[in-house]
């Protein structure tokens, strides 16, 4: 008895005397507890201030299945609140897991039954969590986050903004020390230490949500009327590089992306590169004004439709007689551009492309920018030149694409295109404004305005005739170019057309390309073009700060800058404009853009036959106009 009476009274003494400042702690940590307090994420709006995120309260479900005696009742309980079945909530309790999550993302009508009720083994979190009200319309641009169930993790930005931005967005945890009585249930105390959470910084973009909308549908519109398998477009202020409008279809809801392909997420406006075809003519036809290697009143002889390059033959697609260096531009003749890059040479081919950005990003800052390609010259081949000066052995981004063709548009200067306008505290104080930013000069204005000039006579004589609007003067370039598919060109095309408008003061830039549309609809001109003048039109009723400007008037047969007024014009000369029967052959009429009846007679005089699909005006026909064919022969045209 006396020995356990000092074996006590020593541990008595060791606990309170010698280890008291050990258990006075281990007692104060377990008399209080750590919680993390999570900042509110900051939200994304368009240029007008209109929400394009939003931060909702949502619930999640925890269960600790040890503490559940009565799995099958807990189960039926659940499954009442979120309607999913009870064996899907059985099967979770049955875990050897500590701790399984339920259910995430409820809304509070959903749980209100049970946020009151005291059910054993039950963990009831409350989140603020991120939803989309656009949906698709700006997904591709905005992103979306990962989902967090339970803990202190902050939402993680997976995607577009949203992740390029997740630190400015995310905010700052805080934290705040709680007592916790005998029972285990904790309380504020003021005495204890905490510190607020400083909630993320909100971000406004330069997208014009109307302007969003209406790109998003008319591309929507186009892919269903051509078939094609997918589309991309943008629309750009070239005097200051914001991006007002930027998508790709098919798209996906960022609200449900886990039910999305993963391909759906890029914005491929940014990410995926192609050959542009004859968009990219305006980088050769800029090197030979530039250079002074080429006079605009300079003919070339294009009669054939064909040139043979290094054993290779590359076609028109129509064969055309003597053509100036505006008309070749205007009729987008390949024999015709390909005669001026090889008096351009090698050189200055390479130094404009680069030097219009095309083979580096532009700086936009955006998750997935590609460079495209542009081979140095070192490694061309024979084929080279011709081919580069036409948009093939070059690939490109819609991107690069509408900064280019900025360039054009606002005198010569390359400007970096942006998403971002300014940043703004949570308490709306600026702390980031993202400026205009000149890259490089790419040619003098004299040069610009003279391939400008071109690019209206395009849209009003040439092969963009279909993006004309009656009354403003609109510049822009048609690109039809063969797809290279697993090692070789296939017959399938993307059907590309950029423009601008008004040409006088360029306002807006758009950008349109149709990945694959069916055939009849795969010319730029026919495909792209179209989509590009449904754009503006609504562009020009929706925003009154776009300005008028009375277009120049022009002659048709006027393809040639007015320097030399004195000096005769050459007038457009293709092979249409011969006899209608030639050694017995019948050639075939240009009928594009005719009604049926008016076709029908053309057809009769040119003692053809027709066969036409679909109804309205003429929009495709084949053979191509001027083809000679025996009497008789049925010439099939496309309706639209």
């Not at 577009?160 to 997740?166: A, H, T």
């Not at 009327?225 to 996906?252: H, R, V, W, Y």
């Amino acid at each position: 008895m006396i020995f356990t009476w000092i074996g006590l009274s020593a541990r008595l003494f060791q606990i309170m005397i010698i280890d008291s400042d050990e258990y006075r702690k281990q007692a104060f940590e377990q008399g209080q507890k750590h919680e993390t307090l999570l900042p509110v994420r900051g939200n994304i709006y368009d240029r007008n201030n209109i929400p394009l995120t939003q931060n909702i309260i949502q619930y999640s479900l925890g269960a600790h299945p040890s503490k559940i005696k009565d799995k099958v009742g807990f189960a039926k309980i659940i499954s009442e609140v979120t309607g999913k079945d009870v064996d899907y909530y059985i099967d979770k309790l049955e875990s050897p897991k500590s701790f399984v999550t339920l259910d995430v993302k409820l809304r509070q009508n959903k749980v209100q039954p049970i946020l009151n009720q005291k059910i054993p083994g039950l963990v009831i979190e409350r989140k603020s969590r991120r939803i989309y009200p656009r949906e698709n319309i700006v997904a591709q641009i905005v992103g979306f986050t990962d989902i967090n169930g339970f803990g202190d993790k902050l939402d993680k930005g997976l995607t577009g903004i949203e992740k390029e931005f997740n630190y400015e967005l995310s905010g700052k945890p805080g934290w705040v020390v709680k007592q916790v009585n005998g029972q285990g249930q904790t309380q504020i105390k003021t005495s204890f230490p905490s510190k607020p959470p400083l909630d993320g910084s909100n971000i406004q973009l330069t997208i014009d949500l109307e302007y969003q909308s209406i790109l998003h549908e008319e591309l929507y519109r186009r892919i269903e009327e051509t078939q094609a398998k997918g589309a991309i477009g943008i629309i750009l202020n070239p005097q200051n590089g914001a991006i007002l409008a930027m998508t790709s279809l098919p798209d996906f809801n960022p609200n449900q992306h886990e039910l999305f392909p993963v391909e759906n997420q890029k914005n491929r406006a940014v990410t995926d590169q192609f050959e542009p075809g004859s968009t990219y003519k305006i980088v050769a036809a800029t090197a030979a004004v530039a250079t002074d290697a080429v006079s605009l009143y300079e003919e070339f002889n294009c009669k054939e439709g064909k040139v043979t390059i290094a054993g290779k033959t590359i076609s028109d697609h129509e064969q055309f007689g003597l053509l100036t260096f505006p008309q070749i531009i205007a009729h987008s003749s390949n024999v015709g551009m390909i005669k001026i890059a090889q008096k351009v040479g090698q050189t200055p081919l390479y130094t404009f492309s680069r030097d219009f950005g095309f083979g580096s990003q532009t700086g936009l800052r955006f998750p997935g920018e590609s460079r495209g390609k542009l081979r140095k010259t070192n490694e061309w081949s024979d084929m080279s030149i011709a081919t580069l000066s036409i948009g093939y052995e070059v690939a490109v981004t819609a991107l690069q694409l509408a900064s280019a063709y900025a360039a054009i548009a606002n005198g010569g200067i390359i400007i970096k295109p942006r998403l971002i306008n300014q940043i703004l505290s949570p308490n709306e104080k600026v702390v980031y404004t993202e400026k205009p930013e000149i890259i490089r000069k790419v040619a003098n204005a004299e040069v610009i305005q003279t391939v400008k000039n071109m690019l209206v006579e395009v849209v009003d004589y040439g092969t963009g005739k279909k993006a004309k609007i009656e009354g403003w003067s609109i510049a822009g370039k048609t690109g039809t170019a063969y797809k290279f598919i697993d090692g070789s060109y296939s017959n399938k095309f993307v059907s590309n057309f950029v423009g601008f408008f008004p040409s006088e003061k360029p306002q807006i830039i758009g950008v349109i390309i149709l990945d694959e549309p069916k055939y009849g609809y795969h010319w730029g001109g026919e495909g792209a073009a179209t989509v590009f003048n449904r754009i503006a039109k609504r562009v020009i009723n929706l925003d009154d700060s776009i300005k008028y400007s009375k277009p120049s008037q022009k002659k048709q047969n006027s393809l040639i800058a007015d320097k030399e007024p004195s000096l005769p014009l050459v007038p457009l000369q293709t092979v249409n404009s011969i006899s209608k029967y030639l050694d017995g052959y019948a050639v075939v009429p240009d009928l594009r853009g005719m009604s049926i009846k008016k076709a029908k007679q053309k057809l009769i005089k040119a003692n053809l036959r027709a066969k036409f699909k679909g109804s309205g005006h003429v929009v495709w026909q084949s053979p191509v106009p001027g083809t000679k064919k025996l009497p008789g022969t049925i010439c099939v045209l496309g309706l639209e």
